[in-house]
């Protein structure tokens, strides 16, 4: 029996890892395997009754769509659905909510702008049916969000929110609350504001009224809307500093104040702190951190001309898996990531606000690839010494330190 249940999962995962590799095949072959794996897929779950194996495979077709919309559902799901409700196991509950959305149910949709609107529910579930309904670009979901920034702790998601899907009163409540805003919400508004050209237009009109103060406008925001607007952010903004111009000159610069006397002074939970504003969304360090750049654990930290160079001019030599791409979606989005995953139908991207984005390939209407690191430059600029010298104390540590209260 226990060898039979093996081989069955043996199958399926097969199954699974068909319909998210797209066969290395082409375009129509890929999704006619997708579509047969996934019917074959779904009778044989019918006859699972492991919940966790079912849940392993449920995540695994998930994740094989992701990023897709309007998926016309295999025959049989209906009553797999009918048979997994009744399962009495909520994971799999919340899974197959998740696929029945993919699929256009429409109960399941309202079931989960119910769970959205439920201020009893849990954060954790408002949050998850949120963002698979925005996911299917769903307008309703969208409506929602500005009520939602009335809840604390679901506020980041809201303001998140405004960026999957195009809202005419984005701009309005958004820059609205800006001045009431903490600096981790602000910091979001500004990245979702940059996300879409009308929005971009709402936020270079609040930066030259000065409503939104432009050094609250971190580079790799600023570089965005210089691609989106142009001149006419340059013209509100000023010229941004041409990467790696000066870089000997800086780097000269700060190792004549980054001396061994101004570090012996230098405090490192101080800059514990500095690098989760500046550096620990990207980057990994002792196991906390994001995970888009590279794991400085284990990096040549010691080495201040690493570091400086690193800092002062990151895309002086990027390799290819840190390169930054810029996706400008059918529907007006623009999102710069590097790319995590790729297949024939879906792209996923490791973004600043989103650790796993992903986009359909039949989104896509541009890509491009730059030489560029999606660390910005110019970080150091943008601290004062003493914060960049802290900083540099905490980078050279070998093992964790406090965090300054």
Same mark, same amino acid.
């Given at each position: ?7 069955r ?6 199954v699974?890892?068909t ?9 129509v ?7 047969s ?15 966790s194996?079912?849940?392993?495979l449920?995540?695994?077709m998930?994740?094989?769509l992701e990023?897709r ?7 049989n ?12 196991d ?5 899974l ?13 949709i =309202? ?5 959205v ?18 996911s ?5 979901a ?9 809840v604390?702790a679901?506020?980041?998601?809201a ?5 999957a ?9 958004l ?20 996300a ?14 000065e409503t939104?103060r432009?050094?609250?406008i ?5 570089r ?17 500093p041409?990467l790696?111009?000066d870089?000997?000159?800086?780097i ?42 590279p794991?400085l654990?284990?990096?040549?930290r010691?080495?201040?001309?690493y ?13 290819a ?10 529907d007006g ?6 790319v ?14 989103n650790?796993?984005l992903a986009i359909?390939k ?8 730059s ?6 430059d110019? =970080?150091?600029?943008?601290?004062k010494?003493?914060?960049v010298?802290d ?8 093992? =964790?330190?406090?965090?300054?209260k």
């Amino acid at each position: 029996m226990r060898s039979t249940l093996r081989g069955r999962c043996s199958l399926l995962l097969c199954v699974v890892g068909t319909i998210t590799m797209g066969c290395n095949s082409t375009s129509v072959r890929a999704a006619e395997d997708g579509k047969s794996s996934m019917q074959m897929l779904v009778s044989t779950l019918s006859n699972v009754d492991d919940p966790s194996v079912l849940n392993a495979l449920l995540r695994g077709m998930l994740k094989g769509l992701e990023g897709r919309r309007d998926v016309v559902a295999p025959g049989n799901w209906t009553p797999l659905v009918a048979k997994l409700d009744a399962s009495g196991d909520g994971r799999t509950r919340e899974l197959v909510s998740q696929l029945s959305q993919i699929f256009g149910d429409e109960a399941a949709i =309202q079931r989960a702008l119910a769970i959205v609107r439920d201020a009893n529910a849990s954060v954790e579930d408002r949050i998850r049916e949120l963002t698979s309904l925005l996911s299917q670009q769903n307008r309703e979901a969208s409506d929602l969000l500005e009520s939602l920034l009335d809840v604390p702790a679901l506020q980041l998601s809201a303001v998140r929110g405004y960026a999957a899907i195009e809202n005419t009163s984005a701009p309005s409540v958004l820059l609205k609350r800006y001045p009431h805003l903490s600096d981790e919400l602000r910091r979001a508004v500004v990245e979702t504001l940059s996300a879409r050209k009308q929005y971009a237009d709402a936020l270079l009109a609040s930066i030259q009224n000065e409503t939104i103060r432009r050094e609250d406008i971190p580079t790799h925001v600023a570089r965005s809307l210089e691609a989106l607007l142009g001149e006419r952010f340059v013209d509100v903004f000023g010229e941004l500093p041409k990467l790696g111009a000066d870089r000997e000159q800086q780097i000269a610069k700060w190792k004549t104040q980054i001396t061994a006397a101004a570090l012996a002074k230098a405090d490192a939970s101080r800059g514990r702190a500095v690098f989760q504003k500046t550096c620990g969304a990207c980057h990994l360090l002792y196991g906390e951190g994001g995970n888009i750049g590279p794991d400085l654990t284990g990096s040549n930290r010691a080495n201040l001309d690493y570091l400086l160079l690193n800092s002062v001019d990151p895309s002086y030599d990027v390799p290819a898996a840190y390169r930054m791409v810029t996706i400008l979606t059918t529907d007006g989005r623009v999102v710069n990531g590097v790319v995590a995953e790729e297949d024939d139908t879906r792209v996923v991207l490791k973004t600043v606000e989103n650790p796993r984005l992903a986009i359909a390939k039949s989104d896509v209407e541009r890509r491009v690839v730059s030489t560029k690191s999606m660390m910005p430059d110019g =970080q150091l600029d943008a601290l004062k010494p003493a914060q960049v010298i802290d900083l540099v104390k905490y980078l050279k540590t070998t093992e =964790q330190v406090e965090l300054v209260k």
